[in-house]
């Protein structure tokens, strides 16, 4: 990795080059760009037998963002609130 020193004295890592067509990470509004990018990307999903979109993918295709960990935990939660219905539907069953 390479390292530049601030004006202040301290290090930091150097700022890759910005390759012609991807977009720069430090500049001003890269979240808006990224989610207008991935809003126009879809991907199949084995799973869902549907498309999702990267802007707003499904619980199969969540990121490790803090928003997208909340949807999978509820997702989980729901999951595991309808095994224990079927439960207690087997039950009432036997
Ligand atoms: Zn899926």
Known sequence: MNWEQLPNGKWRPAKKP???????Q???????RVKSAFKKIWVYCD???AKYC?????????????EDRKK??????VEKEKASSQETTRQVKF
């Open 54 to 66: 990267l802007a707003d993918p499904c619980i199969h295709h969540l990121t490790d963002s803090p």
């Open 18 to 24: 910005v390759a012609k067509g991807k977009i720069d």
């Open 26 to 32: 430090d500049a001003y509004g890269y979240e808006q």
């Open 47 to 49: 799973r869902c037998e």
């Open 72 to 77: 999978y935990d509820l997702y989980k939660k």
